[in-house]
């Protein structure tokens, strides 16, 4: 089936440790979007790829870091420097404006 | 900067109510305006979408959506919600053309009561 895969779903980390979100897509998308959900506040807008080995930041992008080495593959690093990373992670591809969601991963710092 | 704002967070209705949520976006340039929903456990999913022509939009599930652009609102609506309506739905906005990040609304959480 096509779609987004997002890996992991639950995720727990400690302080001071960086951890990183996997999202591949097998939909032939040329963009790729990291959005961050928290109550209240809506999709803020993390990093975002238009093509492969570009990429730019978001509204939020401090603390965060992406690559793009593949078309598929778009994962987000969530570095210690990160002050509030407990949130929900949703990876998204498309163009046009149009997207496409994963499931998202939920990170919680302990 | 672009922004988008729904007025309501949170809406209570009983069963066959009628739905209005309100979506206004500040960008004087041409737009294109989508509204996701989010049910209970599942990921996000496009609702409708408008990028020209009849600003009368219709989507999936009985909902529709007016583009008034001299208010530069798109409100989403629904003559009658059902129990399984319930989900948390956002309005977004675009650039017109290429690749441009979408920018989202808050939200509104709708919570239909049998």
């Known amino acids: 089936d096509g779609g987004i895969t997002q890996s992991p779903k639950y995720l727990f980390r400690k302080e001071g440790q960086n951890v990183t979100l996997s999202c591949e897509q097998n939909?032939?998308?040329?963009?790729m979007y990291w959005y961050r959900q928290d109550p209240g506040q809506g999709l803020r807008l993390i990093y975002y790829?238009?093509?492969?080995?570009?990429?730019q930041k978001g509204d939020i992008a401090e603390g965060y870091s992406v690559s793009r080495e593949k078309k598929e593959s778009f994962p987000l690093t969530v570095t210690s420097a990160q002050k509030n990373p407990t949130a929900f992670y949703l990876c998204?591809?498309?163009?046009?404006?149009?997207?496409?969601f994963g499931e998202g991963s939920r990170l919680t710092v302990l | 900067a672009q922004s988008v704002s729904q007025h309501n967070h949170h809406v209570i209705l009983s069963e066959a109510a009628s739905l209005e949520l309100g979506c206004n976006y500040s960008?004087?340039?041409?737009?294109?305006l989508f509204w996701y929903v989010q049910y209970p456990g599942q990921h996000l999913q496009l609702l409708l979408k408008?990028?020209?022509?009849?600003?009368l939009v219709k989507g999936i599930k009985g909902f529709e959506a007016e583009f008034i652009k001299s208010k530069f609102s798109f409100n989403l609506r629904k003559p009658s919600v059902q129990w399984s309506d319930t989900a948390e739905y956002f309005c977004?906005?675009?650039?017109?053309?290429?690749?441009?990040?979408?920018?989202f609304g808050a939200g509104t959480r709708l919570a239909v009561h049998p």
């Open positions: 408008y990028f020209s022509g009849d600003p």
């Open positions: 790829s238009q093509i492969v080995n570009d990429f």
């Open positions: 960008y004087g340039g041409t737009v294109n």
């Open positions: 977004a906005v675009t650039l017109s053309g290429g690749y441009n990040k979408l920018i």
């Open positions: 998204a591809s498309g163009g046009s404006g149009e997207l496409f």
């Open positions: 939909l032939n998308h040329d963009a």
